[in-house]
């Protein structure tokens, strides 16, 4: 079988073999079996859970390259009266520990009803979108997923 055991970022690369347009939890993995758009079966290898962004590329074994592609999702477009009013927002879905996508002018969640209407009540105008999902990585490194808080490093007062 054909395996992909590294990624290049969107940049350090120029040219395709072929696509896999994945969703954001699809594109969190680090050992699956895949097959991009065009039918090459493959698997994904890796050392360790990489999140693959939009325009990253997956290299084959056989030096191929895979680009990645996100698959739009149903997302809700969050905007504020003004940029201090979208920086308390973005606490609010932070302290939710919701995965979150921060553009200059908005914020890209997942659709939740619950959510929106917490937002709205908040002064927040919510509107329903499709794009793909690319949401900020973890404080520690990781991706957005849910964690248990790190312990306080020694030379940091208490």
């Given amino acids: 079988m054909i395996v992909g055991a590294s990624v290049r970022r969107a940049g350090e690369w120029t040219a ?17 079996a895949m097959v991009t758009d065009g039918g090459i079966a493959f698997l994904l290898d ?45 606490w609010q879905i932070g302290n939710r520990h919701l995965p979150a996508q921060i ?6 969640i997942r659709r939740d009803t619950v959510i929106r ?9 919510v509107t329903e979108t ?6 900020e990585g973890g404080a520690y490194g990781g991706a957005h997923e849910a964690h248990g808080h790190e312990p306080v490093p020694d030379f940091i007062d208490r």
């Fill in 117 to 125: 209407e917490m937002l709205e009540g908040l002064g927040a105008n």
């Fill in 103 to 108: 553009l200059d002018d908005r914020i890209l």
């Fill in 16 to 32: 395709e073999a072929d696509t896999i347009t994945l969703d954001e939890s699809a594109r969190h993995r680090r050992r699956m």
């Fill in 46 to 90: 890796l050392a360790e859970a990489t999140l693959l962004r939009d325009g990253d590329a997956i290299e084959l074994d056989d030096g191929r390259l895979v680009a990645v592609k996100a698959r739009p999702e149903e997302l809700y477009a969050v905007n504020g009266r003004d940029t201090r009013h979208l920086l308390a927002i973005a």
């Fill in 130 to 135: 499709e794009a793909g999902f690319d949401p």
